[in-house]
């Protein structure tokens, strides 16, 4: 934090915050499993060890673009199934967004 005085005997006070996500609280247990992976028709995705707070799990394609978004239930453990038969075969990230945990997985989709 900086402290200046202005002519006027003000004081001012100023903080410059740096978002970085690497500084983020993780649980060093939390897991995210995905599996069967490759996957052909449906996959499993499993996590533990996360918060109680609201929870996101996407699914991002190779060019970074978001396939999948959806509220999913928070919670110590938790379990999702995604269809992949109608996405074309390829590389993605699993993305699991809990508060303020990430935790990303690679999936391989064939047909």
Known sequence: MTTRRDSAGVTHNSMKVVYDPAQLPMNA???LITYPNPAYGSVRIN???VS?????????DESGR???D???RSGAKGEESIEVTKLPAGN??????VGQQ??????????
């Open 29 to 31: 247990d939390a897991r």
């Open 47 to 49: 996590w533990e060890g």
């Open 52 to 60: 109680e707070d609201p929870a996101r799990l996407q699914l991002i």
């Open 66 to 68: 978001l396939v999948i």
């Open 70 to 72: 959806r509220a999913v």
């Open 92 to 97: 993605y990230t699993v993305r699991l967004t």
């Open 102 to 111: 990430l935790l990303q997985s690679p999936l391989i989709v064939v047909h």
